[in-house]
């Protein structure tokens, strides 16, 4: 099965900013449409930003303009980019691979903005 592990995850002060990783193993990554999302403590959890296999992107209206999603097919490896980081933005991040009519989800990585 597809494996997606995320990293670059911590504790920031607000303002500042963040980049994060998810490494996936399995076959198929360059054909995959690819997400980050974030849950927060009580929440749902919810779309933060999106990648196709054809490189186009979507992104939360509450993040548009602070982050930046990106893959390299070479390194089976998806970032986002985070900046500009308000307490809101607290939440575990988790990446997410969509390959045909599967759906792959990582472990998630803890961001912690403190104001």
């Known amino acids: 099965q597809v494996q997606l592990v995320e990293s670059g995850g911590g504790l920031v002060q607000a303002g500042g900013s963040l980049r994060l990783s998810c490494a996936a193993s399995?076959?198929?990554?360059?054909?995959?449409?690819m997400g980050w999302y974030r849950q927060a403590p009580g929440k749902q959890r919810e779309l933060v930003a999106t990648?196709?296999?054809?490189?186009?992107?979507v992104y939360a209206d509450s993040v548009k303009g602070r982050c930046t999603i990106s893959r390299d097919n070479a390194k089976s490896t998806v970032y986002l980019e985070m900046n500009s980081l308000v307490p809101g933005d607290t939440a575990v991040y988790y990446c997410?691979?969509?390959?045909?009519?599967?759906?792959?989800w990582g472990q998630g990585t803890q961001v912690t903005v403190s104001s």
């Open positions: 997410n691979a969509l390959l045909g009519y599967y759906n792959y």
């Open positions: 399995g076959s198929g990554f360059s054909v995959s449409d």
């Open positions: 990648v196709t296999w054809n490189n186009s992107t």
